[in-house]
T-cell receptor, first 114, second 113 residues
């Protein structure tokens, strides 16, 4: 069974631009969560999608948004990029939207904002 | 407001000895705890978990202990192997929060041969 895939793996953007990251969950998984990892803040929860609906949201500004498609694939978008958005963005999938469901992480997208 | 804390950024252990990684939390609503392992350039990999109704869960060389009164959990690795060298993240979740995980800052474990 293929794991969680994320594209692109690396991305370089400049301040003010916008970016879209993609995540394909494990086949059959319906819940997709996004996390931001930075050296100073560790892994921080961005949002969770289940059945095309955002079910949970972390403490990030409205510049961060996402969506989920009917095939459970998910995208996240960051508009008006800032230098502080440079981070590793991780996507995780699980079968259900339940706290005790194991989440499987993708390799991440490394975003650098210049 | 760091709800999950791993106060040791790094830990060095000799091969064959025990590694003990610690984690503290502040939110009493957390009822499920997980440990993830992360190698560079890879996403975190699930290691072991424990529900708040238990105080211990074991899986091979890995054991997680939960002390609810102290809001503290620990991961024991016995015996430690060089391949265990990685960053270990403690995470917590609450039933009413779906799949939302709150992570600690991570502890980098180095197991020396």
């Amino acid at each position: 069974k293929a794991g969680v895939t994320q594209t692109p793996r690396y991305l370089i953007k400049t301040r003010g631009q916008q970016v879209t990251l993609s995540c394909s969950p494990i086949s059959g998984h319906r819940s997709v969560s996004w996390y931001q990892q930075t050296p100073g803040q560790g892994l921080q929860f961005l949002f969770e999608y289940f059945s095309e609906t955002q079910r949970n949201k972390g403490n990030f500004p409205g510049r961060f948004s996402g969506r989920q498609f009917s095939n459970s694939r998910s995208e996240m978008n960051v508009s008006t990029l800032e230098l502080g958005d440079s981070a590793l963005y991780l996507c995780a999938s699980s079968f259900e939207q339940l706290s005790y469901n194991e989440q499987f992480f993708g390799p991440g997208t490394r975003l650098t904002v210049l | 407001d760091q709800q999950v804390k791993q106060n040791s950024p790094s830990l060095s252990v000799q091969e064959g000895r025990i590694s003990i990684l610690n984690c503290d939390y502040t939110n009493s609503m957390f009822d499920y705890f997980l440990w993830y392992k992360k190698y560079p350039a890879e996403g975190p990999t699930f290691l072991i978990s424990i529900s708040s109704i238990k105080d211990k869960n074991e899986d091979g060389r890995f054991t997680v202990f939960l002390n609810k009164s102290a809001k503290h959990l620990s991961l024991h690795i016995v015996p430690s192997q060089p391949g265990d060298s990685a960053v270990y993240f403690c995470a917590a979740s609450a039933t009413n929060q779906g799949g939302k995980l709150i992570f600690g800052q991570g502890t980098e474990l180095s197991v020396k041969p």
